[in-house]
């Protein structure tokens, strides 16, 4: 039986109701949930071994110095060995390294300049071409927009060293580093991303590595193919991940977060860049990325309210309520400066744009190359 016009805007005045109401329990959920998820207080790891970082670079990022800084300055009486790698000789990241070589100079810094590409990811290929380099057993990839503290490398090495551990990844949290647009591109890290991360975890519905910081053995990255493996994966985190575990081995979350430096200028730069992110989740998730819409209940209530919906004043209310108070929770979690409440919901509307657009298509923009996302979640240039 078809249905007419009327009654297909009472159904789906009905679904953005019940979506409304069971997202805004999510978020209440997940806000509890948030407040649980405490940093430890102390690390004492019983060794300390000698730890090679790799850092791949690209671009004069804001701030990037500074970062690239914390890795010389970490509580860790072990040598650590700092790889930064470009893939072009007049990249402007080189005046950062540089610049932390000679402030630094009785540091192990290595920089590596290789313009060799030899996958479609080419982060992954800037990390093969260092890979040789790094001298030490404990090897963490870290990416180049990170901010890590003094105790890292500690509380890395502490979690590395548990029984049947393989790799030791990171929880990360927005720091924007600029105007409007950084600040909603935190925002869809902190009010979206670790909300579901942390729900996920604690009812065991994923088990994901985050590219913000990867710590394995040498021996345990040969055992999986070592970075080649990975030069075409889009979300090559999460295959590193799934390698790990492929062999027997345990991908540890640490209970700590790592910031993640956001500096988007525009709105499109925030746009290609959510969007690469939503179609790598898509595709790695099918189905759970559908159960995202529950972290858009404002935006649900909006649209029920527009088609009908009975009481709309106080469904929004609601909504926007459970929003704020999500907000609230990880802000105090991580020590987060607290942010404005018209910006949550402007990072409402276009995270629920890029959420609808995400199904339509599989292009993403990363770095200044076009690249199609395929079936078995590795990439292909889009010419």
Known sequence: MMLNFQEVIRLFTELCVAGATLGIAYNLVAAILML??????????????QISVLKPLHGGEPGLFPRLSSFCRQDYPQDVQLVCGIQQARDPSIHA???????????????????????????VTNLYNMEAK???????????????????????????????VGAVTSLYYGVALGGVWSRVSALNINAQFLPNVVMALTFGAAKPCFGSAIALRKETLKRIG??????????DDNAIGKAVRSTGLDVVISRWGVG???FERSLRALWDHHMRSARTIRSIDPIGYIGIVFMHPLMLSVLGAITGAGHPLALITMAFSARAVLNTSVERTFE??????WLVALHDAISFAVFVCSFFGTSVEWRGYSYRILHDGTIEKDD
């Not at 590596?112 to 030899?118: A, F, G, K, L």
């Open 36 to 49: 649980r998820f405490r940093r430890p207080p102390k690390f004492h790891p019983s060794a300390l071994p």
């Open 97 to 123: 390294v540089r610049l932390l070589q000679r402030l630094n100079p009785d540091a192990q810094i290595d920089l590596v300049i290789d313009e060799r590409v030899s996958g479609t990811n080419r982060k």
């Open 134 to 164: 790094a001298r030490y057993d404990v090897v963490v990839l870290s990416d180049s927009d990170i901010i890590v503290d003094g105790q890292f490398l500690r509380g890395t090495v502490a979690e590395l060293e548990k029984h049947n």
């Open 226 to 235: 070592g970075l080649a493996a990975f030069l075409d994966e889009l979300a």
């Open 260 to 262: 993640h430096a956001c």
């Open 336 to 341: 987060l400066r607290r942010e404005r409440l």
